[in-house]
């Protein structure tokens, strides 16, 4: 599958680079990218079960195991244009990480009862 603005790669595990990406995920991410007009960096992808359960609270069952989820760095202003756009495309999990060195916006669009929009 070809994408106007992501190459499958930018989202393998950078534990083992294995990558379980889900199409229509991407398909999701690539709208946005072109509802923003600015790059969007993926600063984490696909997440093996072993590297989620080193990088994250949620285990080895969190959203970046499911090929539905992403990390973008993105900061200040961009990151609320971001913000805007992925709560009109649907997306259903979006965490904001906005304070210190490493800002990004989660997101994700799976459909398990959690908060909508969190931050960390």
Known sequence: MAWKFFKLSE????????????SR?????????EEVGFPLHITSGYRCPQHNMVVSTTGPNGPHTTGRAADIGVDRARALIVLRAALDLGFTGIGI???????????????FGRPTIWSY
């Not at 393998?12 to 990406?21: A, I, R, S, V």
């Not at 995920?25 to 990218?33: E, S």
């Open 11 to 22: 989202f393998d595990c950078k534990h083992c680079g294995q990558n379980l990406m889900q």
């Open 25 to 33: 995920f991407i398909d999701k991410l690539d709208d946005l990218r």
């Open 97 to 111: 990480q906005q304070k210190g060195a490493s800002r990004f916006i989660h997101l994700d669009d799976l459909e």
